[in-house]
């Protein structure tokens, strides 16, 4: 069965450092690549999506994903953290492999901690 | 534009009642999903509806578990008995008709069903 995993589980980081989130998938057939955000209270919203093109997609809120397909990999990517990017991201995958089948497989979440 | 909405936000019971989840999606959209969110993991699908028919339940618990969406529009989830497994956030999603040679279209999330099985 396709999976989509993320290593890192809890990020902890000062304000103004950079952050890379990864994200994995198992699969070698067309995706589409998703990263969605849940801040404390919230629900789920879509942060960056990739479909096609450009393997650099931008995000909103500064933050960007980079599609590597011999790697199998999305990882999030934001320059300089702010204290109000404390949430929690899943990393999703849209397993193409039936067109009608539109459901996401998600990861298991990073809770992202920025400290100010 | 109006959100998912899904009510109720919070149910407490007891194992081997029954409960009932309802969703009603953005206007218009046809997709409609039922993903279980478990502590610690990533939102599971359920049940995936085109209108009022079923594309995916092939990770719904069906001796439990059933949803219906009779009219294409809003729908409810039910678990008939619950287990003490089944303390999740219940997640409803809604996600208009794809563009012509797409696959996809972007999925809408409501703010979830919080249950708690005693």
């Known amino acids: 069965a396709q999976s989509v995993s993320q290593h890192n589980h809890h990020v902890i980081l000062s304000e103004a450092a950079s952050l890379e989130l990864g994200c994995n998938y198992s699969?070698?057939?067309?995706?589409?690549l998703f990263w969605y955000v849940q801040y404390p209270g919230q629900h789920l919203q879509l942060l960056l999506k990739y479909f096609s093109g450009d393997p650099l997609v931008k995000g909103i809120k500064g933050f960007e994903a980079e599609f590597i397909k011999s790697k199998f990999s999305f990882n999030l990517r934001k320059p300089s953290v702010q204290w109000s990017d404390t949430a929690e991201y899943f990393c999703a995958v849209k397993f193409n492999m039936d067109t009608g089948r539109r459901a996401l497989t998600f990861g298991s979440g990073t809770r992202l901690q920025v400290q100010p | 534009e109006a959100g998912v909405a899904q009510s109720p936000r919070y149910k407490i019971i007891e194992k081997r009642q029954s409960v009932a989840f309802w969703c009603n999606p953005i206007s218009g959209h046809a997709t409609l999903y039922w993903y279980q969110q478990i502590l610690g993991q990533g939102p599971k699908l359920l049940i995936q509806?085109?209108?009022?028919?079923?594309?995916?339940d092939s990770q719904l618990p069906k001796d439990r578990f059933s949803a219906e969406r009779l009219k294409g529009v809003d729908s409810t989830l039910k678990i008939q008995p619950a287990k003490l497994e089944d303390s999740a956030v219940y997640l409803c999603?809604?996600?208009?008709?794809?563009?012509?040679?797409?696959?996809?279209?972007?999925?809408?999330f409501g703010p979830g069903t919080r249950l708690t099985v005693l």
């Open positions: 509806f085109q209108n009022n028919g079923v594309v995916d």
């Open positions: 999603a809604s996600s208009p008709r794809p563009f012509k040679g797409s696959s996809y279209n972007e999925q809408f």
């Open positions: 699969y070698g057939g067309t995706v589409n």
